[in-house]
């Protein structure tokens, strides 16, 4: 089976925003490495503001689905930009369900889409979280 998972990238605030996402969606976290776990270059050590930056961490919130993420370092040339060509849906089995995570995930967020009963019949909605991250709620509607 193939199975998706995201990885998030962050600018400085990936265990923040973790935290939150474990207060959504519940679990645990079976790995968090930073930088000061990775074998240094060239014997140069890390400077320490990024040694306690999130290298890699991840937090299983289904039995085929993980969610992923780290810490993006300018100093590594790297960049991160929420440019909305990605939205992760979340598909629950049903409406109280879809209630709880929207309540959770939307808190401090802009709601985009309002959680309702759409046109085509499902329960949906959509909504760009705290940290700048896009997300659709999903679930069948109640009969």
């Known amino acids: 089976m193939i199975t998706v998972n995201p990885y998030l990238n962050f600018k400085g605030n990936c265990l923040e925003a973790f935290e939150f996402y474990k207060s959504v969606f519940g679990g645990d976290f079976p790995y968090v490495g930073k930088f ?3 074998p240094t270059e060239d014997g140069k050590p890390l400077p320490e503001a ?16 993980s969610l992923m993420g780290a810490d993006v370092l300018e100093e590594f040339g790297q960049r991160v930009g929420f440019d909305g060509n990605v939205e992760l849906m979340v598909n629950t089995d049903s409406q109280k369900e879809a209630d709880q995570i929207w309540e959770k995930l939307s808190a401090g967020g802009t709601i985009t889409m309002p959680l309702e009963v759409a ?17 659709m709620v999903i679930s069948p509607a109640d009969k």
């Not at 046109?119 to 997300?135: C, E, I, M, N, Q």
Request: without cysteine; hydrophobic residues 40%; proline residues 3%.
């Open 36 to 38: 000061r776990d990775m």
């Open 50 to 65: 990024l040694q306690e930056k999130i290298m890699h961490m991840s937090l299983p919130i289904s039995k085929e689905t």
């Open 119 to 135: 046109f085509w019949g499902d329960y949906f909605g959509s909504l760009t979280d705290k940290f700048g991250v896009r997300w």
